[in-house]
């Protein structure tokens, strides 16, 4: 496009977020070439030729007491990443989700006068509705990921960018069905349930003892039932039962899955738009659900419920994630001869079709450098 070298500072705070900003990197590089990037982000991200500054591992917290415990090394980083910003004076800044952290740099960056795109916005729509009027102020750019999101975003005056869902550009597996089932030494006339317990350590620590427990009642209805689990490289399980099957590749796992057990969160999405049954569930610490519950004001926890307002698949949150619950919702998705697993399956066709087309990130891009070339 241009032979300046444009210089961009993006910030990602969590593993998904990284992602999808190693991927909206590459589309970024695809359309200017000369394009540099530094800032906070991961493995995948340092990949896509990201200078990390901050890893994510030191990044990812979740939940209100977790944030307290940590709050003076996060005040460390922010003063650190102030400095960066100031020192670099970057052409833009691309936000990616992580509002509490980037919220507040946005705020006290704002004497630089540099600016900010925001991709993946806050939440706003769920709870902290106060935050609609910092993004106004503080945010050039805001592209949102959902198509209710974008419609409650303008609705308050917003000026919104909606290309579709990220997920749309998911890429083709590069394994057979054939393949991975030898790997992992499954038999295809079986049943497997594929669990997705988190993308963060504390999550995998909340969910994974429920997790095993409830495999162990599903056996006592289907003995053969196979386990594989998606497996996220930041993370340590401390309890491995012998028969389950572990693999990185969240795609693959969930593909192979009859059905999937899903913490709350992308990997739902994901879920739908290889339209695997699942069951969602979410448990916190007790504190962090109480105030939780206090702010946030909408009516399914789920992505995938929310998009499609009303409720496709069964969420077990706080006290109702428990094996027994659990169990009792994912035994009728094992089954492929279930209807209620056929009519989950057609609503969750419908959720994809919600989510726009492919090329998301090269649209994204596309209008990124677009707004830094005018």
């Known amino acids: 496009m241009t032979s300046n070298i444009k210089k961009i500072f993006i910030i990602a705070g969590e ?15 695809g359309c200017d070439p000369n394009s540099s990037f530094i800032g906070h982000g991961g493995d995948a991200m340092k990949t896509a030729g990201m200078e990390i500054i901050e890893h994510v591992d030191s990044l990812s917290i979740m939940g209100f007491f977790e944030v307290l415990k940590h709050l003076p090394r996060m005040l460390k980083i922010m003063t650190n990443t102030i400095e960066a910003i100031a020192h670099l004076k970057p052409d833009r800044i691309i936000l990616i989700d992580y509002p509490g952290f980037n919220l507040r740099l946005a705020k006290r960056i704002q004497f630089l006068n540099i600016p900010i795109t925001y991709f993946i916005l806050p939440q706003a729509w769920a709870w902290k509705e106060k935050r609609v009027e910092k993004i106004k102020k503080l945010i050039d750019q805001c592209i949102s990921i959902f198509p209710f999101e974008t419609e409650w975003f303008k609705s308050k005056g917003v000026k919104v960018s909606y290309f579709g869902h990220p997920f749309m550009d998911v890429q083709h597996v590069n394994e057979s069905t054939k393949s991975f089932f030898e790997r992992h030494g499954l038999n295809n006339q079986h049943p497997i349930l594929t669990l997705l317990p988190g993308s963060r350590q504390q999550e995998v620590n909340n969910h994974w003892p429920l997790f095993i427990d409830t495999v162990e009642q599903i056996k006592h209805s289907i003995p053969e039932l196979q386990i594989v689990v998606a497996k996220s490289s ?28 899903v913490c709350s969160g992308t990997a739902t999405l994901e879920c739908a738009i290889e339209t695997v049954p699942m069951v969602v569930c979410y448990k916190l610490n007790p504190i962090s659900w109480k105030i939780a519950k206090l702010l946030t004001k909408i009516k399914y926890t789920a992505i995938v419920n929310l998009i499609a307002n009303e409720r496709v ?25 279930s209807n209620l697993r056929s009519r989950m399956i057609s609503d969750l066709e419908g959720v994809k079709r919600e989510l726009g087309n492919p090329g998301v990130y090269e649209r994204a891009a596309e209008s990124i450098l677009e707004r830094m070339n005018s």
């Open 15 to 29: 593993p998904s977020g990284d992602l999808h900003g190693a991927k909206l990197i590459r589309s970024l590089r």
């Open 234 to 261: 930041n993370v340590v399980f401390k309890e491995i039962p012998i028969d389950y099957k572990f693999e990185e590749d969240a795609q693959k796992a969930i593909l192979a899955g009859t059905a999937a057990l």
């Open 313 to 337: 698949v069964p969420e077990c949150i706080q006290d109702e994630m428990n094996p027994g619950n659990l169990s009792e919702q994912l035994l009728p998705l094992l089954d492929t001869t």
